[in-house]
C-alpha cells in the first residue's frame, strides 16, 4: 500500500511544469523580498549579503524564465512573419 502511494506522488510531480505567469508572480516577489529587506534592516551589510544569496539562489528560475520569454517572443515573431508573408502572397495572386 505504501509503495502504491510513492508511486502516486512521483506521477503527481512529474506533472509539474512551470508557466510564464506563475513563474514571473514568484520572480517579483523574490524582487520584492530583496527590496524590503534592503529598506528595511538598518544592518546594510547584513541586507546586502542576503539580497546577494537570494539571488543567488534563484537565478536558475531566472534563467529559466529568460528562456520561455526568449521561445515565447521567437514563436511569436515567427507567426507575425508567416502571416506577413502568407499575406503579401495572397495579394500578389489577387492582383494577377
Same mark, same amino acid.
Request: charged share 40%; hydrophobic share 30%; proline share 0%.
Given at each position: $500500500? #505504501? =509503495?502504491?502511494?510513492?508511486?502516486? %506522488?512521483?506521477?503527481?510531480?512529474?506533472?509539474?511544469?512551470? &508557466?510564464?505567469?506563475?513563474? @514571473?508572480?514568484?520572480?517579483?516577489? $523574490? #524582487? =520584492?523580498?530583496?527590496?524590503?529587506? %534592503?529598506?528595511?534592516?538598518?544592518?546594510?551589510?547584513?541586507? &546586502?549579503?542576503?539580497?546577494? @544569496?537570494?539571488?543567488?539562489?534563484?537565478?536558475?528560475?531566472?534563467?529559466?524564465?529568460?528562456?520561455?520569454?526568449?521561445?515565447?517572443?521567437?514563436?511569436?515573431?515567427?507567426?507575425?512573419?508567416?502571416?506577413?508573408?502568407?499575406?503579401?502572397?495572397?495579394?500578389?495572386?489577387?492582383?494577377?
Amino acid at each position: $500500500m #505504501e =509503495k502504491f502511494e510513492r508511486e502516486e %506522488e512521483e506521477e503527481e510531480s512529474s506533472e509539474r511544469c512551470f &508557466s510564464a505567469k506563475k513563474l @514571473n508572480e514568484a520572480l517579483l516577489h $523574490m #524582487e =520584492k523580498a530583496i527590496e524590503i529587506f %534592503e529598506q528595511q534592516d538598518a544592518d546594510f551589510e547584513r541586507s &546586502s549579503t542576503v539580497a546577494a @544569496n537570494l539571488m543567488r539562489s534563484h537565478a536558475c528560475y531566472r534563467e529559466i524564465y529568460r528562456k520561455m520569454k526568449k521561445t515565447f517572443q521567437q514563436t511569436t515573431l515567427n507567426n507575425f512573419l508567416t502571416k506577413k508573408i502568407n499575406a503579401d502572397q495572397t495579394s500578389k495572386q489577387e492582383e494577377t
